[in-house]
């Protein structure tokens, strides 16, 4: 009898890769995915190696992504990879949705979505075009108590949004940053591989889909106070990006990798005129609620009191921690439902939109910076 998953291929997210290991592991959380093939590394021995590793058949590993797109359109149509993940380096992200999307494969595509904004416009047009799903893994998005941050924020628990603010503060780049041979070959410090943003392009962009995830505000013009340490390094390492945005919210986003000592330190907090709510990452199973005279409420995944798109996102007991891997798999399951035609909640999965308001936030930030920091506005013919 043939599988009734949903047949996936994979590009990039080999056995070196950071992300890799999430996005298998995500995909067979809920039972709804195979892995059919892909092509996990430009070197054919590591390629084969990895899946070998794996436990992959090599029938559909194939040398290169020109080389799989060719195969599989050679298969009929119920054999062929249905969905392909996109988990290289960014500047690979647009050459490989482009073809997949016109040769109509469903794409699950790592942030930055492109290296520019152009480019991301491009892949939006081909996309309405199309009329494939096209999910664009702001991982952070699929926690429950960020879906409950959402959702309490939607039905106006905490009053009028009057103020967004997001922190994400990483220190992994210190070491490479100061040493000047590291700092010259390191893809995320090349425009050639990375776009024109290094801390930005990388955790920037989750904090700016974040905010407008929870909040419902649109961010609509940004200043941007960036830093590259050295005058040798094109890439920012380090921003503080005021905001101005829709309903006369203001806010910020504090962005670092050179925060020396954090780890993956991403707070979100968003205060209405009745209450605040505050979440952070590296304990992402807590939700604030910090209500003007009252103690704090701390609300957690699995209770009865959360929301339906929250409880969605949890599979055990209150009580058994879930995390990243978790938070990726709810992700997958919302893709899943929209390939399969069943109904989902649009808090499933972030989308192409997210991805291009993601890419115009990116190159507006670069520009207010480049300009003398000075406000410039985000693009807003793309909103969600
Ligand atoms: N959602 C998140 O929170 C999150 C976290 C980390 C990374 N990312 C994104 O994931 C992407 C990859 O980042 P990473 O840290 O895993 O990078 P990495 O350098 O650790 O791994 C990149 C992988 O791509 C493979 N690769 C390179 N060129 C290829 C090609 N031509 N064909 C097939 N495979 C190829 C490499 O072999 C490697 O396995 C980036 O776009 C990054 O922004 C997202």
Redesign the pocket.
Known sequence: MSSSKIRLGI??????????VLHRIASSMFDRYQIVGG????NWD?NIEFATSIGLPTNRIYK??NSLIEAELQLPKEQRMQVVSI????F??FPMAKKLLENGFHIIC???LTTTYQEAKELYTILQEKKTVFAV????TGYPMVRQMREMIRTGVIGKVQKIDAQYYQGWINPIIHDVEKRKTT?RLNPEKSGISCCIG?IGT?AFDMLEYVSGVKIENILADLNHVYDDNQMDVDGTILLRCSKNVKGVICASQIATGEENSFVVKVYGDRAGLKWEQENPNYLYLMEEGKPLQVLKPGHEYNSKLSLDGTKLPPGHPEGIFDAMGNIYKGVARAICNESFNEGEFPTITDGVRGMSFIETAILSHKKGNVWEAVDQNYKL
């Open positions: 590009l990039g997210g080999g056995g070196n890769s950071l992300i890799g092509v996990f590394n430009p590591d290169d992504f988990l290289t380096p960014n690979l992200h790592e942030k930055p893994t702001y991982t952070y893809w990388d989750h």
